[in-house]
């Protein structure tokens, strides 16, 4: 190695400006430099203009006594510069820097020397630069790397770019020294308005800063450890180029046209901004000098380099996922330490569970859920979590098949004539487990499996209505002419459609079944030739069997089921959804898009599995059941994934409420893992400072009656972690747990009146905490629902056009939920099908709660004393009609909601359940001692021992995907903050829906944007 410092003789330097994206220059700033830094010093793009020069040093030795006899070599160094600026903490220009963001050397010794003393980002390459005594009329790059990005890619040498003269504009201006040089090119300067970033004060201290006869580089250096993960010596570096000796210099005489070449190994059009293909190089010059690269300073020194510190705020399904694959790797604590910061005293989110000790450590939830069988993600990592905890055989849950058991019954309540009817379906085993490894279910392999269901349901619905003739139709034609004259009006060759193949609906499914597995490589005409004949199917199944479905439930059940399958699929084809993914129809809602493709109002538009998936997602604007509203591609992704991807069963049931089930062992595994967790930490604000998240205001809840030791949270319930529905007040100061329980405070709502009490009951407001970027922060992963955009990053939504476009448009819905008790099981109270001792999930049913589902699977881990044992506990739900939301001074608001959601539920079980309980008698005659009461009330009064709630907080509030919404969803790392980093199953996942699987997607993919881990996340995409 050749120490400094180096003397680099006859040095023959043309170099350009380029334009690029400043934004762009500021980000490749950012995240190289300045997150180094880390608030120790703060450096600006002053430019949008890149310098690109080209340099042959022809004499390049060590003027350090070591070296100087080893004698001397010659090298072409081309570079890409970023002016950029150290800004003092008054925001004023201190020191004007040159950036060299990418350098290309046609020589290994120079790389090795270049790469180990100074650290600069060299790579070999291939060169084009004028020879001495000729015209300057071509300056190319070419280097080693992959183009593109593909597993089968080898590496090669490949362009990058290119500068060509391209038009003679006059003689050669020649400069006599390196004061005149600069002279010269401040007149340009000044003749371009955009080409400083900076105020006039700032252009002054530019061009004063300028004047020095020297260079000063600037340029992270870092050396990885083994794994090529962590820096074992990281440091900003600056490094002084003196120059001796100008030998001449000119502004060029030509017009040069600069063109960039797609190379994903140089992503200069990401990195810089510049733009593929050609663009203006302006202010050409020619320089040859001698000049001194002299030892560097190191402005910066992480060589001794700390843990990066990631705050994650909220406790949530996606911020655990985060959290759990961020430390899924060997050695990950050498990289990271993580703080998970949480209001109030339990983790999850909408997820949360609650162990009411009062009232037999009954199990108390935001909701029903239910894990769905298609979640290859959200059962791939609690199945790891599970073996991770390693609990004992004969353990309470200690497997993941011990906390989650298949769950095949599910039941739709339908409206016929004013009268509930209840629609049973049983749906099959198919082969696998959640979450095992594989491939995801493509898109034309469910058309395939739906092809094959229409197939089966026309057989089905042929033997209710004891239709044997294949060959008579309605019109007095067979078949085959409709299908002729359809496949002659979609082509006028119908010899080619093959009529064989479009005969009969087995012979549809068969030529679906032989077209290609990759269904964007399809013939559209093909495509339009099978939507066609799925509407002349639809066509004849209403001509045939319209009159007779409303005597026979079977029947009707099965047009139904006939009318949407072929509705969906002949609209799928009509408009691209094979070719092009479910997005290109999310500018409609599912209703009306099923209008446009002629489902019949009734029987598809309007059917139970309509309505069912409607309120399954709470797709009500505002929670408005007049203003339904969803994506239909966004609703029919997940409806076949749901009907069509599961694995083993369609759905899955805890065994224990889902903080118990879920969040006790990602919990468990996280904390013996190294996480910290912060409870009773409540955020007020996230900060921005300089592109990045400079600091985060939060509130201390409370003070612990332990100074210095963290918050236990968990209690034991026969055996089993849980969360307590109430903070320990045990484990808080005494004063400050008095006044909590004594005013009944709820220290998750952001309506909760405890600064004003705490204020009032001990003379202070509650404690604030700020979190400083570069002592208590790196990097901030937020956690929290979309809901809460608005209240905890005013000023980022201000500064970030991106952010604020998704809070406005990714709306969310409040919703209400209640559990009831009862001292009667599901048969004696009416509901007697229930087939292989499952009990069903029933949706469709009336508002103000359209969701219901027994779930008596929780009883056993519910304590209650002997002889008081309920029989049966049922959970409602659906959305909350409220559009709009006060500020959080108003105290009272959410115990309004909360009235709300109780009147409704006493109105359903006083009115309407006798539809599902039929034992219950008429409406108005319900047997309120069913109820489970330790308080021994009568009539109506029995409901206040039960449980209900209104989720109005930001945090709890369901993700919507309204019509046209997806679009707006940003990827974690395009929060517009360089340290920001987005999760929740609000961003954009692949799902793009409010679920679990779309949750844990989502912190998968913020684990990945962060540290490479996992790379293969399910679902991503439609293909």
Not at 220 to 240: M, N, R, T
Not at 248 to 255: D, F, I, K, T, V
Not at 401 to 416: C, G, I, M, N, R
Request: aromatic share 10%; with cysteine.
């Amino acid at each position: 190695m050749m120490h400094s410092p180096l003397q680099l003789k006859q040095s023959e330097m043309y170099g350009f400006f380029v334009k690029g994206d400043l934004a762009k220059l500021q980000s490749t700033v950012d995240t190289t430099l300045n997150q180094v830094a880390a608030g120790r010093m703060t450096l600006k793009a002053l430019s949008p203009y890149v310098m690109l020069t080209f340099t042959r040093v022809n004499h390049a030795d060590s003027a350090n006594p070591v070296d100087q006899a080893k004698g001397w070599i010659s090298e072409v160094d081309i570079v890409t510069w970023i002016m950029v600026g150290s800004m003092d903490e008054a925001g004023k220009l201190a020191h004007v820097y040159w950036y060299p963001c990418h350098i290309f050397v046609d020589d290994a010794m120079a790389l090795i020397n270049g790469r180990e003393l100074f650290g600069y980002p060299k790579y070999l390459c291939e060169y084009a630069i004028p020879a001495a005594g000729t015209e300057p009329l071509r300056c190319a790059v070419a280097a080693k790397g992959f183009q593109p990005f593909a597993p089968e890619t080898k590496i090669a040498m490949h362009p990058l770019l290119e500068v060509n003269a391209t038009v003679k504009t006059g003689p050669h201006k020649a400069v006599d020294s390196f004061a005149d040089l600069i002279e010269e090119a401040f007149k340009l300067f000044l003749s371009m308005p955009d080409f400083f970033n900076m105020d006039a004060a700032g252009w002054a201290d530019i061009l004063s800063l300028l004047r020095n006869p020297r260079i000063d580089q600037i340029f992270l250096k870092q050396f990885p450890d083994s794994a090529g993960i962590k820096a074992v010596y990281q440091a900003l570096v600056a490094a002084p180029a003196e120059i001796e000796r100008l030998h001449s210099a000119r502004l060029l005489g030509y017009e040069y046209e600069c063109t960039l070449h797609a190379f994903d190994s140089f992503p200069l059009a990401q990195t810089l901004g510049l733009q593929l293909g050609p663009q203006a190089a302006i202010l050409p010059f020619n320089v040859n000098f001698d000049f001194t690269a002299m030892p560097g300073e190191e402005l910066v020194d992480n060589s001794v380099v700390a843990s990066e510190k990631i705050a994650i705020l909220g406790g949530g399904v996606g911020s655990m996922t985060a959290a759990y694959y961020l430390t899924d790797q060997p050695g990950w604590e050498n990289n990271y330490a993580i703080t998970v910061y949480q209001l109030g005293w339990r983790l999850g989110g909408k997820g949360a569970s609650g162990r009411n000790a009062a009232l037999g450590q009954r199990i108390e939830e935001h909701g029903l859920h239910i894990w769905f069988g298609f979640y290859a993600n959200a059962f791939a990592m609690i199945k790891a979590a599970y073996a991770g905890l390693g609990r004992p055989a004969g353990a309470p849950l200690a497997t993941w098949q011990d906390a989650f058991k298949q769950h095949d019954y599910v039941a739709l309540s339908e409206d016929v004539d004013g009268q509930r009817r209840n629609w049973p379906i049983v749906f099959p085993s198919l082969p696998g487990e959640p979450g095992e490894g594989g491939e995801d279910v493509s898109l034309w392999q469910m058309a395939v499996a739906m092809v094959g269901w229409i197939e089966l349901w026309l057989k089905q619905i042929r033997a209710i209505a004891h239709d044997h003739d294949d060959d008579d139709a309605p019109d007095g034609g067979g078949k085959s002419d409709w299908l002729h004259r359809l496949a002659d009006k979609v082509l006028d060759e119908v010899d080619d459609l093959g009529l064989d193949v479009t005969l009969s609906i087995g012979a549809l499914a068969a030529l679906v079944s032989n077209l290609s597995s990759d269904s964007r490589q399809h013939d559209s005409g093909k495509h339009r030739v099978l939507a066609a004949s799925l509407g002349g199917i639809r066509a004849w199944l209403h001509a045939r069997y319209h009159k007779l479905i409303d005597a026979n439930d079977d029947l009707r059940r099965l047009f139904i089921c006939l009318d949407l399958g072929t509705t969906v699929m002949k609209g799928m084809f009509e408009d691209g959804v094979f070719k092009h993914g479910f997005d290109v129809i999310n500018d409609i809602d599912l209703r009306d898009w099923l209008r446009k493709h002629g489902g019949d109002e009734e029987y598809c538009v309007n059917s139970a599995p309509v309505r069912g998936f409607y309120d399954l997602v709470f797709a009500y604007e505002g929670g408005d059941f007049a203003k339904p509203n969803i994506e239909a591609g966004t609703m029919l992704r997940s409806m076949a994934r749901i009907g069509m991807a599961y694995k083993g069963g369609i759905m899955f049931k805890m065994q224990a409420g889902m903080g118990d089930t879920v969040f006790t062992p990602l919990y468990e595994v996280l904390r013996r893992r190294g996480v910290q967790f912060k409870f009773f930490h409540k955020v007020e604000e996230l900060v921005p400072e300089n592109g990045a998240i400079g600091s985060i205001r939060m509130t201390e809840q409370v003070a612990l009656a332990a100074p210095g030791r963290e918050y236990e949270p968990l209690v034991t319930v026969k055996g089993l972690g849980c969360w307590p529905n109430q903070p320990d007040y045990a484990q808080i100061e005494p004063a400050q747990a008095a006044a909590l329980q004594a005013g009944a405070v709820n220290l998750e709502s952001y309506w909760s009146d405890w600064p004003q009490r705490y204020e009032q009951a001990f003379g202070r407001p509650l404690p604030s905490l700020v979190l400083q970027r570069g002592v208590d922060f790196d990097k901030v992963i937020f956690g929290v629902a979309i809901g809460a955009l608005p209240a905890l990053c005013p000023q980022l939504l201000e500064l970030s056009p991106a952010l604020r476009t998704t809070s406005l448009k990714v709306q969310t819905v409040a919703t209400q939920a209640y559990q009831v008790w009862l001292n009667k099981d599901l048969a004696q109270m009416g509901w007697t099908h229930q087939p292989g001792g499952q009990q069903p999930v029933l949706s469709g049913f009336s508002e103000p709660y359209d969701t219901w589902a027994p779930m008596d699977q929780l009883l056993e881990r519910e304590d209650w004393p002997a002889g008081a044992e309920p029989k049966n506990v049922s959970y409602f739900c659906s959305a909350l009609p409220l559009a709009n939301y006060p500020p959080f001074a108003d105290s009272g608001f959410a115990g309004l909601c909360a009235a709300q959601a109780k009147e409704g539920a006493l109105n359903q079980l006083g009115k309407q359940i006798s539809a599902l309980w039929s034992a219950a008698g008429p409406a108005g005659a319900f047997p309120w001692q069913w109820l489970v009461d330790s308080g021994d009330g009568s009539g109506p009064a029995r409901f206040d021992s039960q449980y209900w709630r209104a989720n109005v907080d930001p945090s709890e509030r369901y993700v919507m995907s309204v019509v046209g919404s997806t679009k707006y969803r940003l990827a974690t790392d395009q929060s517009g903050f360089s340290n920001l980093y987005l999760t929740g199953d609000w961003i954009k996942t692949g799902l793009n829906a409010g679920c679990v699987e779309a949750a844990v997607m989502a912190g998968m993919q913020t684990s990945r944007a962060i540290t490479g881990h996992p790379a293969v996340i399910q679902g991503e995409t439609d293909f």
